[in-house]
């Protein structure tokens, strides 16, 4: 049974990344590496929290822990740094601040939560008084 590096593990789920976004199979069958081996390798990238696809393709279809391995991975980065980590990866400037806006969210207390939904909803009426 070979061994592999862990910078060749890396390189080769980098090719299920965007931009590639090669599938489990058309990796294994170019890299001549078996199937669960590799789906091994991916659920283990998974759990130690690195951003890598489900069975889904795209980045909207990710995973919460995707998202939010994202998310922590991009926290330092400046506005350019996060547009070259973005085109590397596939994904826009708009998704990433996104999900960073809903993990924001998630931290709030529950009373936090309730103060920005009245809120929200006193504008939504003031906006719909207006409109009539």
């Known amino acids: 049974m070979p061994s592999y590096s862990e910078e060749r593990k890396q390189q ?4 299920l990344l965007p931009p590639s976004n090669m599938s489990v199979a058309e990796v294994s069958r170019n890299e001549g590496i078996g199937l669960q081996t590799l789906y091994n390798w991916r659920d283990k990238a ?4 690195r951003p890598v ?25 400046n506005e350019a740094e996060l ?16 999900w960073k806006a809903d993990a924001l969210r998630g931290f709030m207390s529950s009373r936090e939560q309730e103060l920005e ?16």
């Open 83 to 98: 547009s070259e980590y973005c085109r590397a990866k596939g994904l826009y400037v708009d998704q990433v601040k996104a």
């Open 117 to 132: 939904a009245k809120r929200q909803r006193q504008a939504d009426h003031k906006e719909i008084k207006q409109l009539k």
């Open 46 to 49: 998974k759990q130690q929290g």
């Open 12 to 15: 080769i789920l980098n090719k």
């Open 53 to 77: 696809p489900g069975s889904k393709p795209t980045s909207e279809h990710w995973s919460a822990e995707a998202k939010f391995a994202t998310v922590l991975e991009t926290a330092s980065l």
